[in-house]
């Protein structure tokens, strides 16, 4: 995996035939005591040194667009205007910069339900923000979602309840626990296999080293405490490497195993 290119809202990586871009939404701050330890409560003292910026954490938003050239898929969307907060929605600012025409894109894979990955899929004008769009991967648990605002697509919508290939190197698992229909996507390269894997950490300073470390919004956190382990112990392999959501921007790193946890190299340095 080789960076060839960045910016302000997007890098752009080489992965064997496919080209990764890391897309950047934006950012939302959120408090630490959102953090849960291993018995679901909060901390009195962050543990470690979590970085904080006005006593609040620092989230990154990223999407991801994964291309063979042929055949592309753009996993997750961003929050567009939906959370109501100019720190995030800059995805089309992104796309632009990293020369992708949304009016090309067909197929979008979405990890789970929440505002800041599945929103973008409308444009703040609310129209369809990808004019050619023709199939939406969901967590079939996750699916409901596609009401209100999101209805018009539901025709489009492709629930995903098992293991299943979405294009000829892009397969969904379904990895529940921070939602019910949470689903990561596995993508081969000839040259490795990454891993965008939604929300499986939020806060990356502090559940690398301590992986059972939850967040309230884990709907369900000991079901998401084993997905993260899970996923955590298959990252750890060889040409192996996790693309993450909330992730530092641009969220595209190496997994090795550290004392009780593991550690986290990023491959391209912080953008945004
Ligand atoms: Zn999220």
Redesign the pocket.
Known sequence: MRLTSSGRHHAAFEFGDLRVVSLRDGYIDMSPTLLRDEHGCAFDVLPGAVPLVGGNLRLSVNAFFVTDGTRSVLVDTGASDAWHDPTMGLLHDALDEAGIDRAQITDVAITHR?V??VSGLIAPDGSEAFAKLERVWIGAGDAPVFTGRLEPLRDRVVPVSEKAAINDWTTAVPAPGHTPGHTVYDITSGTGRLLVWG?TVHVPTLQFDRPNVAWEYDGDQPRARAARADLLEQLAQPRRFVAG??LDSPGIARVAPAGDGYALEYLAPRIG
Do not use: Q
């Open positions: 929440h800041d990955h929300d959501a909330h």
